[in-house]
Nanobody
Framework: QVQLVESGGGLVQPGGSLRLSCAAS???????MAWYRRAPGKERELVAT????????NYVDSVKGRFTISRDSAKNWAYLQMNSLKPEDTAVYYC?????????????WGRGTQVTVSS
């Protein structure tokens, strides 16, 4: 069974930076990884994805130019570098990984790490 563990969250002042990490256990190769977030009172939001052998990336408009997703495919690790953080980035950030099996897409989730942007 694959388990995802996030780390790197915390409290940061507006304009600051954080780097989130996600480690996926096991030796199963993932086809893609992503970061989601859920802010208080809001729906879960897809923040960034990285997929395919060429590591194609996509971002929600609100983080473009500020966040960067990357991964180490050999280790099944994913990262989210967050710069120029804003109070509206405050949320629980969740790591997601997926692979395409014979039965279709299989998703795995971490338990989340809290990011708080406040002065």
């Amino acid at each position: 069974q694959v388990q995802l563990v996030e780390s790197g969250g915390g409290l940061v002042q507006p304009g600051g930076s954080l780097r989130l990490s996600c480690a996926a256990s096991g030796s199963i190769s993932m086809d893609g990884m992503a970061w989601y977030r859920r802010a208080p009172g809001k729906e879960r939001e897809l923040v960034a994805t990285i997929v395919d052998d060429d590591d194609t990336t996509n971002y929600v408009d609100s983080v473009k130019g500020r966040f960067t997703i990357s991964r180490d495919s050999a280790k099944n690790w994913a990262y989210l570098q967050m710069n120029s953080l804003k109070p509206e980035d405050t949320a629980v950030y969740y790591c997601n990984a997926h692979r395409i099996g014979w039965s279709g897409r299989i998703d795995y989730w971490g338990r989340g790490t809290q990011v708080t942007v406040s002065s």
